[in-house]
């Protein structure tokens, strides 16, 4: 999976908000509000990944954590995604 | 081809202005040469009913709004006025009675408040005053057709909520995002799309942030002024 559109990131009021850009934009109009951990989840997607691939590539910038708790974080910010049609 | 000046920016309009009687008079310039052009189509040069004049109007507004961000702005949907040099937005979503709640405001100032525009000013900064957003009066003022050319330095902007009882809360920048953005026009291209993010932050940033909890009484004014303004 990955993403269909192009997104810009910046920083609105310490936040990270996500903007998808393109002509072609039809089902989604708006813009999404993140924490730093998603915004890397977008960043990895802009390639064709799975959900199991994008836990490895987090684990890897966060080693902290662990495998579980990545695929936990993943699966819920895709799913938030799926929800307004931004992956493909 | 004609030249006009809406918010400081010059542009060059190719095709009929018929129907856009605003445009045509009162953001006429005295310029000769615009930044840029805008092409109206040929198939709106002839007849139109209302929903032509609509769609010609509509790309007209987008082709001007689509430039706005190298001009450091943006089109802000509020409807916007003065009060001796204090500019005031009242946003809200379509139907929450954003422009009867600024004609109570009216009623209570008389001429003491100037309506900027009722429906979609656009917002400029500029290199000089880095803090202060000016904002502009515009042809694109609503159906009601409040507003006129001038700019007023954007003080506050307000996030209008109907409700029984009347009472304003401060707001913080970051509580706004949502709002804000849900107001702003957004460009496509990625670098414009940046940049009018940019001036969001900066807006949200210079202007005091109000959340004003309303019913449509005269007294729905009061309370809301009296709480911005710091009146006794």
């Known amino acids: 999976m990955k993403l269909k559109?192009?997104?810009?990131i910046n920083q609105v009021a310490d936040q990270n908000v996500a903007v998808p850009v393109g002509e072609d934009i039809q089902n989604f109009s708006g813009f999404l509000k993140m924490n730093d951990i998603g915004a890397e989840i977008l960043e990895i997607l802009k390639n064709d990944v799975t959900v199991e691939e994008i836990a490895a590539e987090m684990l890897k910038k966060h080693p902290d954590s662990n495998m579980e708790e990545a695929l936990e974080t993943v699966q819920g910010f895709v799913a938030q995604l799926k929800e307004n049609g931004l992956v493909e | 081809m004609s030249i006009h000046t809406v918010a400081d920016i010059n542009f060059e309009i190719q095709g009929s202005l018929r129907f856009m009687r605003h445009l045509r008079e009162e953001y006429a310039s005295n310029e000769t040469k615009g930044d840029f052009i805008i092409d109206v189509p040929e198939k709106f040069?002839?007849?139109l009913d209302e929903e032509g004049v609509a769609e010609k109007n509509d790309i007209i507004q987008r082709s001007l709004a689509r430039k706005l961000s190298e001009y450091d702005a943006i089109l802000l949907h509020a409807a916007t006025?003065?009060?001796k040099g204090n500019g005031v937005a009242f946003s809200a979503l379509s139907g929450t009675g954003k422009t009867t709640h600024m004609n109570l405001w009216q009623r209570l100032l008389g001429d003491r408040m100037t309506v900027v525009n009722g429906d979609k000013p656009i917002v400029r900064f500029?290199?000089?005053e880095p803090e202060t957003p000016y904002a502009y009066g515009t042809p694109w003022n609503g159906k009601e057709r409040l507003?006129?050319?001038?700019r007023t330095p954007l003080k506050h902007i307000c996030f209008i909520e109907r409700a029984k009882e009347n009472f304003v809360e401060k707001m913080d920048p970051?509580?706004?995002i949502d709002r804000i953005f849900n107001q702003v026009y957004m460009p496509k291209d990625p670098v414009a799309v940046m940049k009018t993010m940019e001036l969001?932050?900066?807006l949200i940033h210079s202007c005091n942030l109000w959340k004003i909890h309303c019913n449509m009484n005269i007294s729905a004014?009061?309370?809301a002024y009296n709480t911005i303004f710091k009146e006794k």
Do not use: P
């Open chain 1, 5 to 8: 559109y192009e997104f810009v």
């Open chain 2, 200 to 202: 969001i932050n900066r």
């Open chain 2, 174 to 176: 970051k509580e706004a």
């Open chain 2, 147 to 150: 507003g006129c050319n001038m």
């Open chain 2, 126 to 128: 500029f290199d000089d």
């Open chain 2, 45 to 47: 040069s002839g007849n």
């Open chain 2, 81 to 83: 006025f003065d009060i």
């Open chain 2, 221 to 223: 004014a009061e309370t």
